[in-house]
Structures are given as structure tokens and as C-alpha cells.
């Protein structure tokens, strides 16, 4: 169901295997033009009532399936995505603003890979058994589904973090609600249409779009939806904390970072650069585990500045849809002003801006003029007090400064509400260890960024979030666990 409005996409909600249109709608921008691209079904309590009804109802066929059942229907919505792969790639680059490069390369291949994942460790599981033979007894665990999921995922990485709850969540039985963010929900919209042709019965997968205050709030608020897994901001996921309490929730929350690299005089400066400019602009420095601290010990401190920034400025930014650009549009005009006004208020408080925004003009080619676009900027001379080496950024911007010793830069790395990741640079193997020990961060990579086995446990710590995501961490989320005593 293809429906158009002035030419415009018109996405409807998906409840109980069905497309259904909504009383109102809400527009979504193509971030590198400007323009309106689509239209986004304005959801709020009824919507999501009727999918809490569906997903209750297909629950109890569901949840009785076997493993094996529920992971062939997983690995064949893998297939199906991965067939369409270009169509996804194109979609999520328009929708999101990232380059076609990265949407080909990174999240829509994750995305398939997500499920494939979740099929695969679902397999795997095993549970626990005690025995107490003096007293005739005999303890064993047992895991059950926990019901009706409400999931909620961010804008940023949209079918890639999206996928990466649905599959452990279904993969163990529950059915979902889930509500991507309405400024990229296309691509969520497009797997609905794979969902019957992958077996997938009607109500186990229901999406309901819309804003956050109005359909995440009755989805959080709904008194049927037992467990809720959001990936987002801290500032909503307290809110969420708020809402649920009352029905004492259970909650996996994924949120911001403030990410340090640490970057020791015996790093490798080869390896180090391209990696550290990768860690800090990819996918336009939209990602949670993006690195917006650098800090670098004084004795290569201007030479690394010197080659990082020159590495920094060959970044191509432009059109997503150009396969040789490297950083696309930011999500919106809001968030871009956002992004912007860090730079200003570093500027304002005596830091240099050294590449990028206010300093390099910035040529976009005719139709991109309108669009959300900005330099990759790096900024010097900024106190650790300041907002922009304390608050999350989530945009083309880091900030380095220098260190001198191992125990005063662990202090100031841990010294922000947050702890994500972090990347330690060194060829000492006591001192990456030491380092990574006296990190508050859920997740250190050391000479290295963002390299993932899914198997382990991905979250963080302090206002990073609650809980963990992988196979063992997911599937105790996802799953319920009884004692049981049997006394023979």
C-alpha cells in the first residue's frame, strides 16, 4: 500500500499484519535538500491500543513456538532484507541524511545481520540445574517470553538499532510494539512489507510511528506493555522512568556519550589518525559511541593536531546520494543550529576553532543548497569545564586537548556524567590495560574503534544507560526466569 499525497511518501502504522491509515500525519524532511519527503502517521493512545490488542493476541502462538520455529522465520526476514538491500540503503541515506556509502557499507547490512545473529544464538541457550540430595531436591531454571515489548529507537542508525531489538525480542517468544523515531521511519515501514512473506505471524511485529510525547508515551505508559527497550537521549529516558515506574517496568536504556579517546606519545600515529577522524565524523558524528574528547599526550600533541586536522578537512561533504562523499546532512535544522551553537559558545569562551564550522566556507552542489549540512570541525583551547567537553554534541564536532600524565587523564576522561566508550591509543599492553581497568566506560577499544562481536555485553555506564545488549545480556532482558524446586 503505496499511497501518496502530493506526490509525497505516506507511511501508515502496521497493527496485526495490516497497514492502517491514521487520522493524522506529521511531516519528515530529506535532511540534504530541505524539503518535505514524507508524510508520518501522527500516532497517539488509540493507535497504540490497537496494536497492544493485536500483539496480546498473537502472543500465545507465538511464545509456544520452538526456537528453531522462530529462528527460521528470523534467518528468512534476513534473506528478504538482504535482497533488497539498495532499496534500503537508498531510502535510509534520503530519509537520514547519511551518505549512501555508510547506509551500503554499515547499517543496512546490520540490520541483516541483527537478525541473522539473534536466529542463530537463540539456538544456543542453556539453563541451570542444582541438586541438593540431602534434602531430596532437585533446582532448575526455566525461561519464558515476557509478553508484549514496546521498543523505541532513535534516529540516528534507524533500521540498524531498530533490528537490533525487534530480533532478540521476537527470537525469545515476546511480540513488539515498536516505535521508530518520526523523523526516519521509512525504512521501518519497508520490512513491514517483508513481515507475512517471512513468516512472520499477524501481531507479532506491530510498528507504530509517530513522536515521542505523544505515541512513546502511551506506549510507555500502557499498564499491558511489561518491558520497554529505548535507545535515545538521557533527558527522555528519565522521562520514560517516570512514566513506567508505576507499573514497575522492566527497562534496558541505551543512551548518550561523551566519549574520550586517549591518545598516548607511543601511539601509532598510521593506525591512530585515520581512525580517530573516523571515530569522531562518521555518519556526521551521529552515532552514541562517536568519539567528541581527544585527548593527547604532550609530547606529540602538535604533530598529531597537525596531521589530524589535515585529515579532517579532506572529508568530502556533500550530497548522500554521491558515493565519494563522506559526511551528509545532520538530521534536521533544529539539530544542526543545535550542533552550530556549541561551536559558538567554545568560540565565546576563548577556544579556537581550527578546522571546519565558521572557519572553511563550505560549497554545496545546487540542489543541496537548503540542506542540513556542516563541516567536520575540530576545536583546541577548551577547558574540561566547558559545555563542549561535557555535554553530548552529537554532530561533526570534537574537541583535543593535551595531557601529561596516565592517572591525571583517566580523571578528566571519567570526569563527565557519562560512560559509554572509550578508545585508548598506546603500544604499552600494561598500560592499555591498566587504562581500560580505571575507565568508567561500558565499552574501551584499545588501538581500534567500533569493531563488535554481538555476542558481548554493549551498553554503558552513569547516564549512559541501564542494562546490556548482546546474546547472553539480550536474551536475559527479553525473558523471564523461574526457579523451580522438585523435591522427589
Known sequence: TMAHSKGLLVLENFIGGKFVPCSSYIDSYNPSTGDVYCRVPDSGKEEVEAAVQAAKAAFPVWSSKSPLERSHILNKLADLIEHDLEAFAQAESKDQGKTITFARTVDIPRAVYNFRFFASSILHHTTECTQMATLGCLHYTSRVPVGVAGLISPWNLPLYLLTWKIAPAIACGNTVIAKPSEMTSVTAWMMCKLLEKAGVPHGVVNVVFGTGSKAGEALVSH??????????????????????????????????????????????????????????????????????????????????LRRFVAEAKKWKVGNPSDPTVDVGALISKEHLEKVKSYVKKAQAEGAKVLCGEGVDSLALPVGNQKGYFMLPTVIVEVKDESCCMQEEIFGPVTCVVAFDTEEEVIERA???????????????????????????????????????????????????????????????????????????
Open 414 to 488: 571519567n570526569s563527565v556524567k557519562y560512560g559509554l566508550a572509550a578508545t585508548v591509543w598506546s603500544s604499552s599492553v600494561g598500560r592499555v590495560h591498566r587504562v581500560a581497568q580505571g575507565l568508567q566506560s561500558g565499552l574501551v577499544w584499545t588501538n581500534c574503534w567500533l569493531v563488535r562481536d554481538l555476542n558481548l555485553p554493549f551498553g554503558g555506564m552513569k547516564a549512559s544507560g541501564i542494562g546490556r545488549e548482546g546474546a547472553k545480556d539480550s536474551y536475559e532482558f527479553f525473558t523471564e526466569v523461574k526457579t523451580i524446586t522438585i523435591k522427589h
Open 223 to 304: 499498564a499491558d506493555v511489561p518491558l520497554i527497550s529505548f535507545t535515545g537521549s538521557t533527558l527522555t529516558a528519565q522521562r520514560i522512568t517516570e512514566k513506567s515506574a508505576p507499573h514497575c517496568k522492566r527497562l534496558s536504556l541505551e543512551l548518550g556519550g561523551k566519549n574520550p579517546a586517549i591518545i598516548f606519545d607511543d601511539a601509532d600515529l598510521t593506525q591512530c589518525i585515520p581512525t580517530t577522524v573516523r571515530s569522531s565524523f562518521a555518519n556526521q558524528g551521529e552515532i552514541c559511541l562517536c568519539t567528541s574528547r581527544i585527548f593527547v599526550q604532550r609530547g606529540i600533541y602538535s604533530e598529531f
